[in-house]
């Protein structure tokens, strides 16, 4: 390892050689294709587009950011965290937009030669600018609060289904999903008709941890508040996840549920909030009782 | 959309690497490009690619943008296993970055299009160029026979005979690299 000290002028150079390496062109008929060492959170490189229009230079985007948003499925001006208008402020950039195709480019007009580098500059920063605000909120954003809702409305089907099938004359039960068990964030309950009894489910998604987290939040308020708002009823109140769990659950984040799942599903939650929890695949138990 | 991370690809890897690897057939040499109705700048066709034992669904897409950029884009998908191509060849368009997790030294980092699309293991799109892209990059750029040619071998496609991609509006031919602002009035 060569001292840092003892070489300064050689590593400025060899530094700048490579951010130099960066930079590249393309060669499109009339304009030029500048691509800047650069680069967006979708990984794609920068590159302003440089093209004459009588006696001025046009600095453009070329309509990156207009694929960007399509890409994304995204207007670029239709959403107030992409900062549309002040990062059209804040770089001076002008649009224009096609009337045909509605491609929008994003550009500066400059005369002076002089003048382009500091152009290419800033079309180049308001790209990385724009395109970062709409990737930090489409490419990083989590996409699993639909799989949890996919699941709470697979367990909600799967549950009606079961209800159906095993009333009898004898014993009838009722599918219900009404505001008082929506409130206290249950996602659906069964009642056995002509009596109290009555069963509330909570689907707990594990696909990831931010859905988990959310998901164990929502059943301690339930699992603590049911018996306030429901309180005329014999109130079993059960857990339903969506993978079964290998091991150990210990959500440390919520300091809620310390389960040895080793002995899945005999062993009853000794939580204070849990009864039980189940697995999709053993919702019948919840008859068997 | 474009995700940092695709879960589907690190939580199924082998299966993933098996679409490529595997040598799939294309049912037809005709490719008919239609209309796509989410992108009015775009043509796009599909033909169906078998599996040995037909283990697997797949398809080839063939897409052509016929508006500023006039790109095309091949691309390998399987339906069963994910909804985003699985291999992909873009003529043009943005320069790929490799991200800093792919460990690489600056000059190497960037990959210019035409390039290749692949993921690796941790579910992380990359783009690369095989010694022939990279030898003679222009030449692929307008030539569509060629580049899909180079894409079946790079992604172990077979057909008999020699692959048509049927268009009406735009006649496909070699040309360079479009001027995406031809036409376009700055005020």
Redesign the interface.
Same mark, same amino acid.
């Given at each position: 390892m060569i001292d840092l000290m003892s070489n300064v002028e050689g590593l400025y150079a060899e530094i700048r050689s490579?951010?130099d *390496? /960066?930079w *590249?062109i393309?060669? !499109?008929?009339?304009?030029v #294709?500048f691509?800047t060492p650069y680069?967006t959170?979708?990984?794609?490189?920068? *590159?302003v587009?440089v093209?004459q !229009?009588d006696d001025e230079y046009?600095v *453009?985007d +070329? +309509? !990156?950011l207009y694929?960007v948003g399509? #890409?994304?499925?995204v207007e670029l001006d239709g959403h107030k965290g992409f900062h549309y208008g002040e990062l059209i402020t804040k770089f001076s950039v002008?649009v224009?937009e096609?009337a045909q195709?509605? !491609?929008r480019?994003f550009?500066k /007009?400059v005369s002076d030669m002089k003048m382009l580098s500091a152009a290419i500059y800033d079309v180049a920063h308001f790209q990385e600018a724009m395109a970062n605000a709409v990737?930090l909120d489409? /490419?990083?954003a989590p #996409?699993e609060p639909r799989e949890s809702v996919y699941f709470r409305r697979k367990v909600n089907e799967a549950l009606k289904q079961k209800t159906r099938d095993l009333s009898s004359e004898k014993k009838k039960y009722e599918y219900i999903r009404d505001d008082k068990i929506r409130f206290c964030r249950f996602s659906s309950g069964i009642r056995e008709v002509g009596t109290n009894k009555l069963w509330l489910g909570m689907t707990i998604c594990r696909s990831n941890i931010n859905n988990y987290r959310h998901s164990v939040y929502q059943a301690e308020f339930g699992f603590r508040y049911a018996n306030q708002f429901l309180p005329d009823a014999d109130l079993r109140m059960s857990t339903v996840v969506d993978k079964l769990p290998t091991a150990l659950v210990n959500n440390r984040e919520a300091g809620l549920l310390q389960v040895v799942m080793n002995d899945w599903p005999k062993r009853r939650i000794k939580s204070h909030s849990f009864d039980e929890i189940i697995g999709m695949a053993s919702m019948d138990t919840l008859f068997a009782a | 959309m474009h995700k940092e991370i695709n879960q589907t690809v690190k939580d199924n890897y082998l299966r993933y690497q098996s679409i490529g690897d595997k040598v799939k057939t294309l049912k037809s040499t005709d490719i008919v490009l239609h209309q796509n109705q989410n992108h009015a700048g775009s043509q796009v066709g599909d033909i169906a690619l078998t599996f040995p034992d037909d283990d697997e669904c797949g398809r080839l897409n063939v897409s052509l943008n016929v508006d500023k950029t006039k790109s095309f884009a091949f691309k390998i998908f399987c339906d069963d296993l994910m909804p985003e191509p699985c291999y992909r060849f873009d003529s043009d368009g943005p320069s790929h970055t490799n991200p800093p997790a792919a460990n690489l030294v600056l000059r190497d980092r960037r990959v210019h299009a035409p390039h290749f699309h692949k993921y690796d293991q941790d579910g992380r799109e990359t783009a690369y160029k095989t010694d022939e892209l990279a030898s003679d990059e222009t030449s692929f750029v307008g030539n569509y026979q060629k580049a899909l040619s180079h894409f079946f071998d790079e992604e172990r496609v077979s057909v008999e005979g020699s692959v048509q991609i049927l268009t009406e509006t735009l006649p496909l031919g070699d040309r360079d690299f479009e001027d995406p602002l031809k036409g376009v009035e700055f005020k």
């Open positions: 490579d951010f *390496s /960066m *590249s393309k060669d !499109r008929n009339a304009t #294709e691509i680069t959170l979708g990984d794609d490189a920068i *590159s587009f093209t !229009r046009v *453009s +070329g +309509g !990156r694929d399509k #890409e994304q499925g002008k224009v096609q195709t509605k !491609r480019f550009y /007009m990737y489409t /490419m990083f #996409e | -």
